[in-house]
């Protein structure tokens, strides 16, 4: 019973992690057919950053958070700007290799700033402590980050099914020449979605460094997790993204507790299960 | 049939017009390197193995269009198909090669059979996740594969049993080189043998090419054992001339630099695939000697400029220049 509890927490957690790192790579797929390898370089940037604030500048763990993220999207913002408005229109294969080029970049750069040894993010002592809940004691920090996960939802949800934005943002995914020629500018949407999808990446990178441990190789190490979310999900759909991130964390978390062994290869197996079921993912459009 | 025969008899007289030239041009560069580099001969052989990886990266991606980031499990079984077998059963090295290729082409026909169903993403994300199944595999099945510390204990006899394996790599060299020929004659055949024609046709249009009733998933998967087969092939060589096989022949960064190597000559012709990995692992051997960690950021820059300014890589610069300086027919008067 409490090894199933362990399981359900760790995998939550773990799946509300991937969440916040792949949807905004899913959702700027689904917008602009973009296949960016470098979105993993946007959590390494926000980790690295509060790795940075907290370890050398000495700034407490909140301040430093919310710091790293705005760093992350202002930098995001430029990048999108200078770099990636020109690999929209090119080739699929160009794309991937601009991206991975891009990713090479980030990593030669966070190491010659940090170094290439583990960038720790320590824990405030709220997040380190246990939590009763009365018949059972869990810690603070998977609860914590269960919690971020599910306010990053319910915030996504309202911004796209309530907000005017949302409704640019959803009119652009289903149609972009339609909802350009209705008058929606799409490049400003665009803009704001990648910043966002990059601001959301930099807090799951700075959440998950518990889970995934941030160092310079980061994007390259979790590049296929977080592809994995995002083509068993469904490029640019949220609500398939969210079902496959929490069942991909609760597998892998799952997989991993009971055959230690043989985790990685179980965990690959059901997706490509998964894959060759569905091609297009859970959600996803044909 | 008129209709069908013309693509071929263009392509005839293309090659009687020019017979082989940048071929017979790159086997003379060879054999002049020989002699100029004298004691280089390691890396040089080191190029050809790469050389021949970037090509079998170029029948698949090049001609047939399958965008694989995960070309390195090919190379990797190739390798540890190759140095098992010698370990284990003969260190006669041709047919460790046929082993090699035969581990190859059997995990690409397997993992083909899955992966020409996807495209884009999905197709990019499961040629990783093979590559990391493999990878995991020859990790945790350690009694067999020494694991992380690799394989080691690879004796080979001496090629044909004439020529051994000498410590300055003479036949190391010529080995590679010979391998590599062969290779590439055989790929040269194919591209332009129905099957090289046809899987043209899919990268042009997958859509057309079932309208006019050619078998596309299938072309597919036999592009790609084939593609595997060049590919294992060239993991076994290298487990060969260098006597061992490590984890990191399951690498990310192998694939990726395959596929930067491929776009930076000019991917969908052979000799592109030669330039571009010569070029890369020449500035890569003065580079990383210098810093290895610079070399990360001078290869995204690299990347990045080539995307940017000359997508069709190297052998697309004189086109470049040509349509820079000549006259531009349509330009209005």
Redesign the interface.
Known sequence: MSLILNIAVDGIAYGMILFMISIGLSVT?GLMRV?N?AHGAFALLGGAAAHALIARAGLSFMAAALLAIMATMAIAFLLERL?YR??YG?G???Q???T??????F???V??LLG?SLLAIPLPDFLQQSVDLGFRVLPAHRLAVILAGAVVIAGLYLTIERSRFGTRLRAAVDNRSIASALGINIDAVFAATFCLGAGLAALGGILGAELLPIDAYYP?RY??LF??V??VGG?GSITGSFMAALALGILETASRYLIP??G??VF??A??AV??IR???LLGKA | MSVQEIPLTTIRTRIRGVPLMPEAVMLALAVIAYFLFPYDLALLTRIMVMMLFVLSLDLV?GYAGI?T?GHAALYGTGAYAAGLFAVHVSADPVTGLVVGAAAGAALALVSGL?LM??????L???S??VT??CQ??AN?ARDLTGGADGLRGIRMEPVLGLFKFDFVGRTGFWYALAVLCVCYAVLKVVTLSPIGLSVRGIKDSAARMVAIGSPVYRRLVTIYTIGGAVAGVAGALAAQVTQLVSLEVYA??LS?EA??ML?LGG?GRLHGAIIGTLIFMVVHHIAASVDP??W??I??????G???FV?AGMLGIPAALRNLTGRNGDARP
Request: net charge positive; aromatic share 8%.
């Open positions: 797929m296949i390898l770099v020109r690999i090119l699929e294969l160009q991937v290799l601009a991975i080029g891009i990713t090479f970049i990593i030669a750069l190491n010659r290439s390259l590049m296929v592809l994995i995002v083509s490029m062994d043989f990685t290869i690959f197996a997706v490509m894959l060759a091609p297009r993912g | 991606l965008a980031l899955l169903r996807a495209h884009g993403l999905t990019l994300m499961l990783i996740a990391l199944i995991e595999i945790k990310f960064n990726a596929l930067i776009i991917a960690f610079n990360l950021f290869i995204g820059a690299l990347v990045l080539i995307v940017f997508p």
